[in-house]
């Protein structure tokens, strides 16, 4: 139940951020702020739960705020807002939150959390500078790769970045750095979890991610996004934010949420790379001997663990062959790609990964134990060893367990055998010939998150919010029910955006159109009448399922046509906006062409955008493996893929894509969608009936 003086706490502070903004009040904002604040204030705690599908210009970052804030202070508890790219993170720690808390004049703390890899590891910093020095080109710094060899460009990065840090011009946050860093550049300055020694580190006190992380202490409202919310989670919980128990979450972007999660619970292994990774594994403890042999201790430990490694990397060697006759005997070898029916890797795998997993196990607990005596070594200042060695061989073995704990965790799915009645894992193999080697890659993902979150989330929270423009598939909650688990008793909402649809925008489907599962013939109808589809002097949006399409249609336009087009794999996603911005706002033509990625998140409004050209309806690719063993999964308990599972993420889709035309009340615009199916079949009332509702001009 509200309490009284929180209900007047959002109230007062709606009013006041609709006088200070001379907005007027938005019925749906309205709606979403009753419905989670009557969720959050639940006495029941399973039905502290709210799904909020919140149409574009509703204003649903003000729709949770305002009443998750008040509620959570009453409750002692901390907002955790999740989005889904660091982007939207970055808008809402430096302008939604700021702007909001200063109109409703509320005082509360906020700071934005973000994963390690997004800071700088001063210690890794001076180790590359020091390598440079040496002209040892920093041979210690990936293990598992080509060594870093820095030209001249990088090095003077590295040096400035260096004095950055130093005068305090910069926080050693990438996204904070003004010009774009290479990934490889990057990724010699940071460490992961298991290479930081955290407060034994001599550079503690002016680390980035220590410092951003001592700011949650005293924060009321936590900026991080999915990704970060699923590694505390599978860490347990607790591990970087607080507890679950002690959380209001509020997933933004809410449609990512399953898929982020199956990500996080997936486990990979490249066979022969994980040979040869073990094989230099052997040699490195050869070379720390020596170095460490003062330390009777550490330098006992050093021959078990390379003698554990030998054995680990002999049962790799028996795999390999198994899974190439797993590929050999695929109906399509050029896919490079085998999926084991219902998750069954078969009697021999099995018990080579329960080899695997009993022995990586132990082989797990002997590097921590080895973590551990370094860790100590580093607060030793009487220790015989000096201590730019210990830090390097420290992050040397956080590393070696870092990838131990995944093989453990791939071999301990695959020695499991599914047992009736439970949800299968998906196995799949993938053949990688990239750069020369070849290799096989084994891969164990559930198939859903459902399971997964009911367990680390919706039981552990204390409260939790789910919401984006798009959650519903068909008209349901249902979809993403099934992939997140999301029980029945939650609070379900749908509130239509502020936008009038009839007057602002149509929806075209040409009676004339090519069914988009006709590959050639429908190409080939795009090709025909792309020049009617270019809005002049204005921005056109074309989307495509298929780069391979995409390419094609391109490949044949005229030189006259291509050169008004950006294509996606031209430039960044973020340079090609900005190329087309700048041609509108000039007053040129310009059309974007591109695949899923700029069917949701890309913000155009006005001029930007008058025209959304969808070539085909969006159906998943049917060859991806968790594709493949989720509808198989379907079928075989009777139900019907295609219906139950294909057609619903079409209809998202199809949604996030008409969603990029109207993003200000202001905006005006055309939808067309390409692909006859939408007349022709039985299903295509339904999805065309999912849609906002413009008005339509179908066949």
């Known amino acids: 139940m509200l309490a009284s003086d929180v209900r007047e ?24 702020i009753a419905t989670v604040a009557n969720a959050l204030s639940h006495s029941q705690p399973d039905k502290r739960l709210a799904v909020v599908e919140a149409g574009t210009g509703t204003g649903k970052t003000v729709g949770y705020l305002i009443a998750a804030l008040p509620i959570a202070r009453a409750m002692k508890k901390t907002v955790v807002v999740a989005t889904g790219t660091i982007a939207l993170q970055e808008q809402l720690i430096h302008k939604d939150l700021p702007e909001l808390l200063e109109a409703c004049g509320w005082d509360h703390s906020c700071a934005l959390v973000k994963g390690r890899g997004r800071y700088a590891c001063n210690l890794k910093m001076e180790q590359c500078l020091d390598a440079i020095k040496s002209k040892d080109a920093g041979l210690f710094l990936f293990e598992d790769e080509v060594a870093f060899n820095p030209n001249q460009q990088t090095e003077n990065l590295y040096r400035e970045m260096w004095d950055a840090l130093a005068d305090g011009s910069w926080d050693g946050d990438r996204d904070s750095w003004e010009t774009r860093i290479q990934d490889v550049e990057w990724r010699a300055l940071t460490i992961d979890r298991r290479q930081c020694s955290g407060r034994r580190c001599r550079f503690v006190n002016q680390c980035a991610f220590f410092n951003a992380r001592n700011e949650l202490e005293e924060s009321e409202c936590i900026v991080a996004n999915h990704d970060l919310v699923m590694a505390d989670l599978a860490l347990g919980g607790g591990a970087i934010l607080p507890p679950p128990e002690d959380c209001i979450y509020i997933f933004d972007e809410g449609h990512r949420l399953g898929d982020t999660a199956i990500r996080h619970f997936g486990a990979e292994c490249r066979v022969n790379g994980s040979v040869t990774w073990l094989e230099r594994l052997q040699k490195q403890c050869k070379g720390q001997a020596p170095l460490f042999e003062k330390d009777k201790a550490l330098a006992d430990q050093l021959p078990r663990i390379e003698r554990e490694a030998g054995k ?49 196990s132990g082989w797990l607990g002997r590097l921590e134990v080895l973590v551990d005596t370094l860790n100590d070594a580093l ?38 055998e599914t047992k009736s009645g439970d949800i299968p894992m998906a196995c799949w193999l993938r053949l990688d010939d990239s750069g020369g080697n070849v290799d096989i890659s084994i891969n164990a993902s559930p198939i859903q998150a459902a399971e997964l979150l009911r367990d680390v989330l919706w039981g552990s929270c204390y409260a939790a919010v789910v919401t984006s423009a798009t959650l519903r598939a068909l008209g349901s909650f249902q979809t993403l029910q ?41 190409s080939r109808d795009i090709i025909d009448r792309f020049d009617t589809l270019v809005e002049p002097r204005c921005g056109t949006l074309v989307l495509f399922s298929s780069r391979r ?16 087009i950006l294509i996606q794999g031209q430039y960044s996603n973020r340079e090609m906006v900005r190329l087309h911005k700048e041609r509108i706002d000039q007053g040129r033509t310009s ?83 390409l692909d006859k199916r939408l007349i022709t079949k039985r299903y295509g009332a339904q999805l065309l009936n999912a849609l906002p509702p413009f008005r339509r001009e179908v066949g």
């Open 482 to 522: 099934r992939e997140t688990g999301i029980p029945d008793f939650a609070h379900f909402m749908a509130v239509a955006g502020a936008f009038d649809y009839q007057q602002a925008a149509v929806i075209r489907v040409p009676g004339d159109a090519v069914e988009g599962n006709a590959v050639e013939q429908h």
């Open 379 to 416: 607060g030793d200042k009487q220790y015989p060893v000096p201590a730019a060695d210990v830090e390097l061989f420290y992050q040397q073995a956080g590393s070696w367990q870092s990838r131990a704990e995944s093989l453990l965790a791939l071999w301990d799915r695959l020695h499991r």
């Open 9 to 32: 706490t959002i109230q007062q502070g709606y009013r006041q951020f609709l006088k200070a903004r001379d907005l007027k009040p938005r019925l749906g904002q309205k709606q979403m």
């Open 312 to 360: 680990i990397a002999e049962l790799l060697t028996f795999v390999y062959p198994l899974l190439q006759q797993s590929l050999d005997s695929t109906d399509y070898p050029e896919d490079g790609r085998y999926r084991y029916a219902h998750g069954d890797v078969g009697e021999a795998l099995r018990d080579l990964a329960s080899q695997l997993a009993k022995q990586t």
């Open 591 to 673: 059309v974007l062409m591109g695949l899923a990625s700029f069917a949701e998140g890309v913000d155009l409004p006005g001029d930007y955008c008058r025209h959304v050209v969808i070539a085909k309806l969006p159906f998943a690719v049917p060859d991806d493996p968790l594709h493949e063993a989720l509808s198989e999964w379907i079928e075989d308990r009777g139900g019907n893929s295609f219906f139950d599972i294909a057609l619903p993420i079409a209809s998202l889709r199809l949604i996030q894509a008409c969603g990029r035309l109207l993003r200000t009340e202001s905006d005006t615009g055309t939808v067309t969608i």
């Open 549 to 564: 399409q995409m390419e094609q249609v391109y490949d044949e336009l005229s030189d006259d046509l291509q050169k008004n």
